[in-house]
């Protein structure tokens, strides 16, 4: 059975460094939630102290309505998936599998057919009589997966599991794993640092900086709507571009690289008249060799990846940018060549001159509204 994890106003010290300064956080019975962030921002901290590893300086963690701060980790019904597998060398695949049964109260004489269970659920049962230097290291965190979800914990804790493969296992791994805890409900607590393995496999998404959650959200909320420009520069590739922000009308009009942009949408604009930040995805750029007007823009180079073309272009302005356009046959544009640059207006983010408010999602106030 999955539980619900509640995270309350939690701090972490190491001497008189803060690593985590105050969070609060709520995971759902059987979710996938993912940590995500930068080397040092916290998110192993975190895992570890829901796994008992780490002690809690304030604030508590309660699973379902139990407080377990002080609880043991071997009594916190936990699973561990770890980075370097850590699985035993001296064991068979399905000793390994095997162990944790026999090491708690479950009848001796089920254990194997409970560690075959598991065995073919991750899909290792040619090998389960090898040795783990026989295996993969894809093969090897699936015998660890197996070992951590044979003893039916409440709650799968995972640290960086795949940053040991190479990029074709940890496409193949991260769809292992999804469908995995699909399968089996588990609430699942993992850790990395790569956003593209984080929007595969999470149902939500924290992405952390110095110890605090930046914002909370599903991928696709923070891919299309990140809160500040720090998520937006950690979720997938951006170009920020310096713009001027007025209203007309009530309607809110950017000025940028040159072109004057009408953008719908934009509850927070009344607030932030004057300098902003504009952030647009390569996919959001427009690029029409046919245009008359718009942002000027030079080809540098393009680079050729099948379904698309990523265009490198220098705006007139001087900054550079990229752009991902479908690719067609009878289309390559040269280095050089001179173009012009539409954004689609509905989909770019615009911040306010820190970049610490995202425009779009900003509570709209009085005079932002049209009358």
């Known amino acids: 059975m999955s539980v619900a994890i509640s995270i ?48 809690i300086e304030a604030g508590d963690i309660h699973f379902n309505e139990q407080r377990i701060n002080d609880v043991e980790p071997s009594k916190r019904r936990i699973g561990m998936v770890f980075q370097n597998y850590a699985i035993f060398p001296h064991l068979s695949v399905r000793k390994n599998v095997e162990f944790g049964l026999r090491n708690m109260d479950f009848p001796r004489k089920d254990v194997r057919d409970k560690a075959q ?18 295996l993969s290291g894809g093969q090897q965190q699936r015998v ?29 791994m991260r769809e292992v794993i999804r469908e995995i805890q699909k399968r089996v409900g588990i609430t699942t607590v993992y850790v990395t640092h790569d956003q593209e393995e984080a929007m595969a496999v999470s149902d939500r998404i924290a992405v952390m900086r110095d110890g605090v959650i ?18 937006s520069g950690f979720i997938g590739r951006t170009n920020v571009l310096d713009g001027q922000l007025l209203l007309k009308d009530g309607v809110a009009h950017v000025t940028v690289a040159g072109a004057d ?4 949408d934009l509850p927070g604009a009344a607030s932030a008249v004057g300098p902003v930040r504009v952030a647009v995805r390569p996919e959001e750029f427009v690029l029409d060799t046919r245009a008359s007007s718009g942002i000027p823009a030079t080809i540098d180079h393009g680079v050729f ?19 991902v356009q479908e690719s067609e046959f009878d289309e ?16 770019v983010n615009v911040f306010d001159r820190d970049g610490s408010v995202n425009l779009r999602s900003a509570p709209a106030t009085r005079e932002s509204v049209p009358s």
Not at 117 to 134: G, H, S, T
């Open 8 to 55: 309350s106003d939690v701090v972490k010290r190491y001497g008189d460094t803060t690593v985590i300064p105050d969070l609060s956080l709520d995971i759902g019975r059987g979710e996938f939630f993912t940590l995500l962030g930068p080397s040092g921002c916290g998110k192993t901290t975190l895992l570890r102290m829901i796994a008992g590893f780490n002690t």
């Open 117 to 134: 269970e598991y065995i073919e659920l991750v899909q290792i049962e040619r090998w389960a009589d090898q040795m783990p230097d026989r």
């Open 144 to 172: 660890a997966l197996a070992r951590a979800l044979v003893t039916s914990p409440e709650v799968l804790l995972m640290d960086e599991p795949l940053s040991n493969l190479d990029a074709k296992l940890r496409v193949e």
């Open 214 to 231: 930046q914002q909370l959200g599903t991928p696709r909320e923070l891919y299309h709507r990140p809160a500040n420009m720090f998520v």
């Open 261 to 264: 942009l009408v953008i719908p």
């Open 305 to 323: 990846l099948g379904l698309n073309t990523h265009y490198f272009l220098t705006l007139k302005v001087g900054t550079a940018v990229e752009a």
């Open 332 to 347: 390559s544009l040269e280095p050089g060549t001179e173009v012009f640059l539409d954004i689609k207006r509905h989909k």
